[in-house]
């Protein structure tokens, strides 16, 4: 991020602003299609493995309904979090205002068909959205990201619809479904070892895009602390509060217990590669069973994304902070489902959440472009809110070992 900003000032003053438009930026532009690429498969597939490895209809009635109910709402708590504080913060506010005045041109100029679209939606009645939801062809929405919804609403179908085959029928087609979960996150490595020259790419075309103004770096800065500050409050506040009003046990305790979990996740930034630790410890010092430990952890490994979430809530409404896009109530609604669900299909690996962004982001229609702002510095953000991630499944775990006794 720091050469791309360099390269890109460099080039603006010595007047080679060419240079990086035509051979420059376009590098960040096949990163940014990249994302695109991967989004569609990578939710269709997490989804359909995360929802089957529930074992059975019966135990997700009782103990999987319960776990899954309550990811959902801790999941609406931390996006409600993140959108209050980047509304309350308002850190791409910061942006001069003719800079946002000139971002949102282009955004107004390039919306096409999307207002026509916006427009017959609102002849359409207050249940068009449900209806929408689902696809007259699977083909024609998963070439569509800004139809995700029902991909997703797809994939908890055919999730469901594996359970409640038996493990027998299902059996030839589980190795399948793991087989391309695991070359779908493959590609997400690959191309998140594309990601620093796309960032570099990226950042040289958007410091020549703004002519060298550095008051979106403050921006970013304020962003960035509005990230962490919701990740705290979740992490050592709302757990540690609920743990002790919901579970009676010691917050102080819960706390203690879970810091270990927290650093090695820190230092993988991936749920995924926690797991192990995380089932064995939690059973061995904060006194969870086995049974609990074993369905619980990885079901919200895969499914429970608090931190992701609060991320993806504000790093959206910043980008279109930084648009100067007001948006409606039916479109932060549409955020608030679309990331709460999103979390259900996120990868427990770095760089996973990134794609779920630009998959919400296409589907209100905010510019994916903007991305590239909060890239830069998506890294250590990614560490800290992988803490959260795991720190609330512990929390849940805890929980519903407390309603089994």
């Given at each position: 991020?720091?050469?791309?900003?360099?390269?890109?000032?460099?080039?603006?003053?010595?007047?080679?602003?060419?240079?990086?438009?035509?051979?420059?930026?376009?590098w960040g532009t096949i990163f940014i299609r990249l994302l695109k690429l991967i989004a569609v498969p990578l939710v269709f597939v997490s989804?359909?493995?995360?929802?089957?490895?529930?074992?059975?209809?019966?135990?997700?009635?009782?103990?999987?309904?319960?776990?899954?109910?309550?990811?959902?709402?801790?999941?609406?708590?931390?996006?409600?979090?993140?959108?209050?504080?980047?509304g309350i913060i308002r850190p791409g506010s910061l942006l001069p205002a003719e800079k946002t005045a000139e971002l949102n041109k282009a955004y107004r100029d390039n919306l096409g068909d999307k207002v026509a679209q916006a427009d017959v939606m609102?002849?359409?009645?207050?249940?068009q959205f449900i209806v929408d939801i689902i696809p007259e062809n699977l083909a024609m929405a998963a070439t569509d990201n800004s139809k995700m919804l029902q991909i997703i609403f797809v994939a908890l179908i055919a999730g469901i619809a594996l359970i409640a085959i038996g493990h027998e029928k299902a059996a030839p087609?589980?190795?399948?479904?793991?087989?391309?979960?695991?070359?779908?996150?493959?590609?997400?490595?690959?191309?998140?070892?594309?990601?620093?020259?796309?960032?570099?790419?990226?950042?040289?075309?958007?410091?020549?895009?703004?002519a060298g103004d550095t008051a979106i770096f403050s921006s970013l800065g304020l962003y960035a602390l509005t990230v962490v500050l919701a990740l705290g409050i979740l992490a050592f506040l709302v757990y540690p509060l609920a743990?002790?009003?919901?579970?009676?046990?010691?917050?102080?305790?819960?706390?203690?217990?879970?810091?270990?979990?927290?650093?090695?996740a820190f230092s993988t930034s991936s749920s995924a590669a926690t797991l192990p630790f995380t089932m064995e410890h939690a059973q061995k010092k904060l006194g969870i069973s086995e049974?609990?430990?074993?369905?619980?952890?990885?079901?919200?490994?895969?499914?429970?994304?608090?931190?992701?979430?609060?991320?993806?809530?504000?790093?959206?409404?910043?980008i279109a902070q930084l648009y100067g896009i007001d948006l409606?109530?039916?479109?932060?609604?549409?955020?608030?489902?679309?990331?709460?669900?999103?979390?259900?299909?996120?990868?427990?690996?770095?760089?996973?959440?990134?794609?779920?962004?630009?998959?919400?982001?296409?589907?209100?229609?905010?510019?994916?472009?903007?991305?590239?702002?909060?890239?830069g510095i998506d890294r250590p953000l990614d560490m800290l809110r992988t803490v959260v991630n795991v720190s609330g499944d512990v929390f849940v775990a805890k929980l519903m070992d407390k309603k089994k006794k």
């Open positions: 991020m720091a050469l791309g900003a360099l390269a890109g000032y460099v080039l603006l003053t010595t007047g080679f602003t060419t240079l990086v438009t035509h051979w420059i930026k376009p989804l359909i493995k995360g929802v089957s490895q529930m074992g059975d209809l019966t135990r997700l009635t009782q103990l999987g309904l319960k776990t899954v109910s309550t990811y959902i709402v801790t999941t609406l708590l931390a996006v409600s979090l993140g959108m209050s504080l980047v609102q002849e359409t009645g207050p249940l087609l589980l190795p399948v479904i793991d087989a391309a979960n695991a070359v779908i996150l493959k590609i997400v490595d690959f191309i998140m070892l594309y990601a620093p020259l796309g960032v570099f790419a990226l950042m040289a075309g958007m410091v020549t895009d703004f743990v002790q009003l919901l579970a009676r046990y010691p917050g102080r305790e819960f706390m203690k217990g879970i810091f270990p979990i927290q650093l090695l049974e609990t430990a074993s369905f619980v952890f990885p079901v919200g490994a895969t499914i429970n994304m608090d931190g992701t979430s609060a991320y993806q809530a504000v790093s959206i409404l910043f409606t109530t039916a479109q932060l609604i549409s955020i608030l489902l679309l990331t709460v669900l999103a979390s259900i299909g996120t990868p427990g690996v770095p760089g996973g959440s990134i794609v779920m962004t630009v998959m919400v982001l296409s589907s209100v229609g905010i510019p994916t472009e903007g991305l590239v702002i909060i890239l």
